[in-house]
């Protein structure tokens, strides 16, 4: 079962940029989806975007055109290009394969914070 370890997070004022990587533990080629989730203070963890193995992409609505999803198979990453950042962007970015399995294990994630 592959792990990820998200970084890249940190503090950024409304309207600045983000690079969230996440590095898994082994091999990501045989994943067809991978995707980046998010859970902000008091909310239920909700699905940012996904990327398939060709690099086609798909956003949930509220990214509306600010995030990039991208990854790279043979470093075994994802990354996830946040522009444009509001407020309401402040929660813990995970990423994950999709859809999970039930097996599946969250990783500590790495915290944005978008405030003035």
């Known amino acids: 079962q592959v792990q990820f370890v998200e970084s890249g997070g940190g503090l950024v004022q409304p309207g600045g940029s983000l690079r969230l990587s996440c590095v898994a533990s082994g091999s990501i080629v045989s994943i067809s989806f991978i995707a980046w989730y998010r859970q902000a203070p008091g909310k239920e963890r909700e699905f940012v975007a996904r990327i398939f193995g060709g690099g086609g992409a798909y956003y949930a609505d509220f990214v509306s055109g600010r995030f990039a999803i991208s990854r790279n198979n043979a470093k075994n990453t994802v990354s996830l290009q946040m522009n444009n950042l509001k407020p309401e962007d402040t929660a813990i970015y995970y990423c994950?394969?999709?859809?999970?399995?039930?097996?599946?294990?969250w990783g500590q994630g790495t915290q944005v914070i978008v405030s003035s």
């Open positions: 994950s394969q999709f859809p999970r399995l039930p097996t599946d294990s």
